[in-house]
């Protein structure tokens, strides 16, 4: 059974508004939210961001948050810098931490495939039975 933490309670809506606020500025993009996706998203955020969640979900709950798209620009790369954080904390082996950031990173931005969903999920289930 994958490990089961509150992965992202120390991510606050205010942390993933500033995240983005900062991708922003780095690209000098229009840093604001969304009349359609961010009130439903910083709903959606701020229920489930405290709860025990299983890693997988955690991702998801990201991925579905970029999908909602609740700033005008970078959600992908907003929710993916805060998972790509999270299992930064797992202190994996480098060569192992830098394959789960990508899988992850893909699964949030919605461009992985298949074979790659697959592989985080059994990751996640071997990190679980290691980790209790």
Known sequence: MASSRRWLADYSWEFVTAQNALLCQAKNALHKPTSDGHDVTKRLWESRQ??????DEAVDLCR?????????????????????????????????????????????AGVATAEEEKAFREFCESFGSSDS
């Open 50 to 55: 405290r709860e025990v969640l299983r890693l």
């Open 64 to 108: 579905r948050c970029h999908r909602l798209a609740p700033f005008c620009f970078y959600n992908g790369n907003t929710f993916a810098a805060i998972i790509r954080d999270v299992i930064l904390s797992l202190e994996l082996p480098a060569d192992q931490a830098y394959v789960v950031r990508s899988l992850a990173g893909h699964i949030v």
